[in-house]
Structures are given as C-alpha cells and as structure tokens.
C-alpha cells in the first residue's frame, strides 16, 4: 500500500482556504446560504486557523487507488490540455449579434446561423439577453464564436427530448423549424432532417445545444434538458443530453450550469478536448460521459436523486493510451445517502473498459461509496484501474466526507 505524504504549511493553507471558498461560492451561486457579513466572517475564521488543520494522505487500496505524490504531476490540468492554455473568455458589452425578444435575433439558432452565413476567421460574439429560449441549438463547425449571456442562471438555453422520442414529436418540442431549412449551414439542417425524420431519436438527437465547432466558447449562461422531471416513471433509464460536443477542439464553457438527469454532458471525440471552468453538472446517471478530453477545473458535480437514488456520475470511454476525464479542485455534491454513489464506470464504447477518470485535490461529499467507488459497466467488461504511469480510474489528494480513509 503506498503512503503520501502529509501536506504541511502552505500546501494545507492552500488547499483547505480552497474547500473553504469553493463551499461560499456554490452557496452564491445557487442562492443559498448566509449574506455577504457572515460569509466574510467564516472566511477569516478559516485564516486565523488554518494553520491547526491536519491532514493525513488516504491510502491507496485495490479497489480505491490513489496516485502516488510521486507521478501526480503527470495528471495535471497542464498534462491532460496538451499544449493547449485556454484562453479568459472575453464578452463584449455589445455582441456582433444579439438574441431577445426585441432583438433582431428572436432564437439562438438565428443568430449561430447568420454568423456562419457572414463566414471568416475572426470570432463573433453572440450576446443572449436574459430569459428562457425553448428549441434546439446546433453549432456547426466554421466561424469561430463566444455564445454568451448576463449570468448564468439569467440566461436559460432548454428542451425537453429523451432517447424513445419519435421525430415528429422531436419536431413539435424544438419548435422554430424555419432555423433548420435548406438556407441554413449544412450541418445545422442535416442533423435537424435526420432527427425529425426518426422512429426513434436515439442519444444524439436528445441534445438542447450540439456542437461540431471547435474553439466554441460558452459562457454564462444555462444549457438544460428539462425532460424527466416530468416522467418519474422513467426512473433515470432515458437518455437526454443537455450539451453534446460532437468533435470540436479546444472548446471552453466558463461559468455555464448544465443541467439534465441521464445523459447530462456527452463529450465525443477521441483525442479533442473540452475545458469546464466554474462550472456546474447535474445528473443522475452516467451524466458525464464520452471518449474526449474533458478538463473539470473548479467545477460543482451534483448528483440528483428525484428520480434515482444510485447511480455512476461519469461513463468514460477514452481508448487505451488517451488522456479522459480530469476533476481538479471543486466538489461532488448531492443530498443521497451515504456511500450511495460510484464516482464512475468504464463505458465500453471502443470494446474495452480503459476510460479514463482521475479526479484530484476535489472535495467528495459523503453520498461517494467508501471502499470501492468504482463500478464495472457488466461481467465482460471488468473495471481497469490502470497502473503506475497510465492510472485510468484513481484518485489524488482529495478531501471531504466522500474521500478515501
């Protein structure tokens, strides 16, 4: 069994102040919590004492492996993004386009579509006023853009689709068919046609927004699947993806809430990646899930029980010698019982189970099992854990109720 070592001085201020400010931020964000005196009061009781915090490093088991100090930096943020530093979203006061009700942009779509039209390298801005915009947003692959709004609870981007939707009843949800017509960039009236034409969606066409684009960037704004609140009956069995990016590199969400139950975030692309900054995900069931990179920075992971009370939060399906998922810094969250949650299951989408999951320096709430937090996806497909220099499903410095003893 190997041992870390146990962090001292600056390393404990750092990361406790860290858990600290990560707990006061989700309370903000959320609406929740105590006002603005009595947050800065727990804040400097946090400064006066952190220098008594203890901590002692978890020990790696079989069933719960903990990467060594030793190789931790091999599994960075740095490391997974290869080469590539995602840039501060930039907003203008005033986009290129603008979508409201009394904007010359009524849907999302409208204006994804004239920028494309416009075409060029230079990136457009897309300004979303504050509401709730009910349809379907496809981004095609081209014009590099920023969608964005004013907060990200002001601005709502939703559909209401599952998996065993038939076309037409797709159609009827999305609404605003004149978007997807033949004047439209190609990728965005081809994956229309295809769904609205279907006996069944299947997963891909559940998706509120979908892109292909790389260097897309969101930011502020909500981007929800509102189905299943709705069919309790379902009891977390049908899919339905909030964001889905299909293929594009480089693409950042920064402060944007994803909100879903199965199926929440679908990253798909082998080898591109995908950066989640102040983010936060919702779900039930293998809610985060794909074969791309997908970077968690300081994210809040919540897993919902309304409809199911256990579940796995990613399904990672990386092929074997691939970077996959990485959480670093922020919280898993739920109101579930206790070691009630797997942190995630190998999805065995290229015929093996190496997906890829590491999650590190995260606080975990008390609903992650305790022993064995990992889940294999069936009989034939048992867990891969990885090994020393290639760990597909461990763990790093993490703290809270929820992490290893």
């Known amino acids: 069994m190997t041992k870390l070592p146990v962090p001292t001085g600056a390393a404990i201020a750092d990361r406790s102040i860290r858990t600290i400010w990560g707990g006061v931020y989700r309370s903000e964000r959320r609406g929740a919590g105590a006002g603005p005196r009595r947050r800065l009061v727990r804040i400097a009781l946090l400064l006066l004492g952190v220098s008594a915090v203890v901590s002692q490093a978890a020990t790696s088991t079989a069933t719960r492996p903990q990467i060594p100090a030793s190789e931790q930096g091999s599994y960075t943020i740095a490391t997974f993004l290869n080469g590539w530093s995602p840039p501060v979203v930039a907003t203008p006061s005033h986009g290129n386009y603008v979508v409201g009700a009394s904007s010359t942009y009524k849907t999302v779509q409208a204006a994804v579509n004239a920028a494309n039209e416009a075409g060029g390298s230079t990136r457009k801005y897309i300004e979303i006023q504050p509401g709730t915009y009910t349809g379907l947003v496809v981004v095609p692959s081209g014009v590099p853009l920023t969608i964005y709004g004013d907060s990200e609870t002001g601005v709502v981007l939703q559909l209401n689709a599952h998996d065993v939707m038939t076309g037409p009843e797709f159609q009827a949800a999305v609404g605003h068919g004149a978007d997807f017509g033949s004047s439209a960039p190609a990728q965005v009236s081809a994956y229309y046609d295809d769904c609205t034409t279907r006996s069944t969606l299947g997963t891909n066409c559940?998706?509120?927004?979908?892109?292909?684009?790389?260097?897309?960037?969101?930011?502020?704004?909500?981007?929800?699947?509102?189905?299943?609140?709705?069919?309790?009956?379902?009891?977390?069995?049908?899919?339905?993806?909030?964001?889905?990016?299909?293929?594009?590199?480089?693409?950042?969400?920064?402060?944007?809430?994803?909100?879903?139950?199965?199926?929440?975030?679908?990253?798909?692309?082998?080898?591109?990646?995908?950066?989640?900054?102040?983010?936060?995900?919702?779900?039930?069931?293998?809610?985060?899930?794909?074969?791309?990179?997908?970077?968690?920075?300081?994210?809040?992971?919540?897993?919902?029980?309304?409809?199911?009370?256990?579940?796995?939060?990613?399904?990672?399906?990386?092929?074997?010698?691939?970077?996959?998922?990485?959480?670093?810094?922020?919280?898993?969250?739920?109101?579930?019982?206790?070691?009630?949650?797997?942190?995630?299951?190998?999805?065995?989408?290229?015929?093996?189970?190496?997906?890829?999951?590491?999650?590190?320096?995260?606080?975990?709430?008390?609903?992650?099992?305790?022993?064995?937090?990992?889940?294999?996806?069936?009989?034939?497909?048992?867990?891969?854990?990885?090994?020393?220099?290639?760990?597909?499903?461990?763990?790093?410095?993490?703290?809270?109720p929820g992490a290893a003893p």
Not at 365 to 390: K, L
């Open 206 to 400: 559940t998706a509120t927004v979908i892109s292909y684009a790389s260097n897309l960037q969101l930011k502020n704004l909500t981007i929800e699947n509102s189905y299943a609140d709705n069919d309790p009956s379902a009891n977390g069995q049908n899919q339905a993806v909030a964001y889905l990016n299909n293929g594009g590199d480089e693409v950042i969400l920064d402060t944007v809430r994803l909100l879903g139950h199965q199926d929440t975030l679908w990253l798909a692309g082998a080898g591109k990646r995908t950066y989640l900054r102040n983010c936060y995900v919702a779900g039930d069931v293998d809610f985060i899930f794909g074969d791309m990179i997908g970077v968690f920075d300081t994210c809040e992971i919540e897993y919902l029980t309304n409809r199911t009370t256990t579940g796995a939060i990613t399904a990672p399906s990386h092929p074997a010698g691939n970077r996959g998922f990485l959480f670093s810094g922020g919280s898993f969250t739920s109101t579930g019982a206790t070691h009630s949650v797997y942190l995630g299951r190998q999805w065995p989408q290229h015929g093996a189970s190496t997906g890829q999951t590491i999650i590190r320096q995260v606080n975990l709430g008390a609903h992650i099992r305790s022993s064995a937090p990992w889940e294999q996806w069936d009989s034939t497909h048992p867990i891969d854990y990885g090994a020393s220099g290639n760990w597909r499903l461990a763990e790093y410095d993490n703290t809270g």
